[in-house]
Nanobody, 123 residues
């Protein structure tokens, strides 16, 4: 059974940084991509970033480009999201997700989801 477990959320002042982690387990094949989404209170879920398995290619939503960095460590089955320059509108539950179809992230339809970790950015 596939499991994705996020960690690293918390309270941070505006302009601060956090690094989220996503630990993956239960995959029988390792060519899956990982992405991050966030959902703020009362708003729709937003895709923010993803990283492929094959070549480590990355993509970012315009709202986080230049501030967030996604990376993966396949020796640890982990993916990280370094978030810099956090803004109050970044307050949300952050979820990692996995998929064997890279295009599924932008479509909001990956195969597996984690439970999420909360990030609160104070003004």
């Amino acid at each position: 059974e596939v499991h994705l477990v996020e960690s690293g959320g918390g309270l941070v002042p505006a302009g601060g940084s956090l690094r989220l982690s996503c630990a993956a387990s239960g995959f029988t094949e390792d060519d899956y991509a990982i992405g991050w989404f966030r959902q703020a209170p009362g708003k729709e879920r937003e895709w923010i970033s993803c990283i492929s398995h094959n070549d480590g290619g990355t993509n970012y939503a315009d709202s986080v480009k230049g501030r967030f960095i996604i990376s993966r460590d396949d020796t640890r089955n982990a993916v990280y999201l370094q978030m810099n320059g956090l803004k109050p509108e970044g307050t949300a539950d952050y979820h990692c997700a996995a998929s064997f179809r890279y295009a599924s992230f932008r479509a909001g339809a990956p195969d597996y989801w984690g439970q999420g970790t909360q990030v609160i950015v104070s003004a």
